[in-house]
């Protein structure tokens, strides 16, 4: 019992955290990093501003928790389509990409939340440590995709293509959160396939599994 009762507070600490994350998340996307004030924070959340420093130090220590977090997801809604994916490395690849261009991963709400931390990004090196962590763990997948591919077992040439692959794939990204009513249904992941199977010399399109149909302009 006594082993449960410790399970149970950590488990509702960690709501309680989450709670605060997700609060100052909300009033980013509302009103840009100088909204998530302490005071606002608490309010959003229904606790006291000490209630907070339990759990954070410092307001910046919640920003950074908030920023991890942010990336965390959009990496992790990128990755859960791997899993339905099948074994054919081609496939798992373009299911990949298709993923990492259309909703949920596609949003303007996570892109203004993105934008708004750059600064941070900038100027806190615990902000940059955050980014090139989360940066480097997407990229890393990415070529591991590209590793599974057949031929391609150069360390070297596979970091080059997982940057070039990976770059295509954030300024789409980009731009369709930005101006979604510029794109048809379907449209950007026809070009983020077709861009990053001509870095790679394939036809990604082409590979889309059919559980993940491409969506033709």
């Keep these: 019992m006594q082993g449960e009762r410790r399970k149970f507070r950590r488990e509702g600490e960690?709501?309680?955290r989450d709670a605060l994350v997700s609060a100052a998340l909300d009033l980013i996307s509302e009103g840009g990093p100088s909204a998530a004030t302490v005071r606002a924070i608490a309010e959003r959340?229904?606790?006291t501003p000490g209630l907070i420093r339990h759990y954070f130090q410092t307001k910046e220590e919640l920003t950074r928790e908030a920023y991890r977090a942010l990336m965390h997801r959009m990496s992790t809604e990128n990755a859960a389509v791997l899993e339905a994916?099948?074994?054919?490395?081609?496939?798992?690849?373009?299911?990949?990409?298709?993923?990492?261009?259309?909703?949920?991963?596609?949003?303007p709400r996570s892109m203004g939340l993105w934008a708004g931390f750059l600064h941070q990004v900038r100027s806190d090196p615990a902000m940059a440590a955050i980014?090139?962590?989360t940066y480097l763990g997407y990229r890393d997948l990415l070529?591991?995709?590209i590793a599974a591919l057949p031929g391609h077992?150069?360390?070297?040439?596979?970091?080059?293509?997982?940057?070039?692959c990976n770059g295509v794939i954030d300024g789409l990204w980009l731009e369709g959160c930005a101006l979604?009513?510029?794109?048809?249904?379907?449209?950007l992941e026809h070009i983020g396939l077709e861009a990053v199977g001509a870095i790679?010399?394939?036809?990604?399109?082409?590979?889309?599994?059919?559980?993940?149909?491409?969506e033709t302009p």
């Design 143 to 145: 070529q591991e995709l």
């Design 14 to 16: 960690e709501r309680r």
């Design 153 to 164: 077992n150069d360390p070297a040439r596979l970091r080059t293509l997982a940057i070039a």
């Design 85 to 107: 994916a099948p074994a054919d490395p081609l496939a798992r690849l373009a299911a990949f990409v298709a993923a990492a261009l259309r909703p949920p991963v596609v949003d």
């Design 200 to 214: 790679l010399g394939l036809d990604l399109a082409a590979s889309l599994p059919p559980a993940l149909p491409e």
């Design 180 to 187: 979604p009513e510029a794109f048809a249904p379907g449209e």
């Design 45 to 47: 959340a229904g606790v």
């Design 131 to 133: 980014h090139a962590e």
